[in-house]
């Protein structure tokens, strides 16, 4: 994943084996809440980066809980120093990134525990990090989780499957 990889630099985390909570069977083209929490459109996001679509097209979500579970099968493609956003890249070919919060990269890591690392193979509902709310409210940032279709140009189509409160594992997006 070539964009993220410029966007962000660092070694991957190494961490212990990954738990699987399977949600759901993953469909083609799909991307799965990675949590329970609310949808709410990319123009929505207070950050004009996401906001503005120039990364890719995708959604934002306030999470209500503090694990973020893989929204797809794929592979780990980044994994940033920080903690705070994943890259990865579907068995279909879309090039996805999950950031946890807004700014929340000066956190330095703190109040985001990895269980994933670059190259690991992931199934849809596999745990792949835990993060803090309350630590991130009392540095000052929003929760606010950007999910972004880095390679949107790849696809004819993304569409958004449904806004306001979802359970994870509900399909969210899908690529046509």
Do not use: R, W
Not at 103 to 127: N, Y
């Amino acid at each position: 994943m070539g964009f993220l990889t410029k966007l962000f630099s660092g070694k991957s985390e190494e961490n212990a084996k990954p738990e699987e909570i399977k949600t759901t069977n993953s469909q083609p083209n799909t991307i799965y809440a990675p949590f329970k929490g609310t949808v709410i459109p990319l123009e929505q996001i207070n950050d004009g980066v996401f906001s503005s679509g120039v990364l890719g097209q995708g959604i934002g979500m306030y999470p209500e809980e503090e694990t973020v579970y893989a929204p797809f099968d794929g592979k780990i493609t980044q994994v940033i120093d920080t903690k705070h956003a994943i890259g990865i890249l579907s068995n279909d070919n879309i090039e996805l990134l999950i950031h946890v919060g807004m700014d929340t990269v000066a956190m330095k890591g703190k109040g985001f525990k990895l269980f994933v690392s670059e190259g690991d193979s992931v199934s849809c509902g596999q745990k792949l990090m835990t993060f803090s709310k309350s630590e991130i409210a009392a540095a000052g940032y929003p929760d606010t989780t950007a999910i972004i279709i880095t390679n949107t140009d790849d696809f004819n189509k993304v569409s958004t499957l449904i806004e306001g409160p979802v359970e994870k594992g509900t399909a969210v997006l899908i690529t046509e």
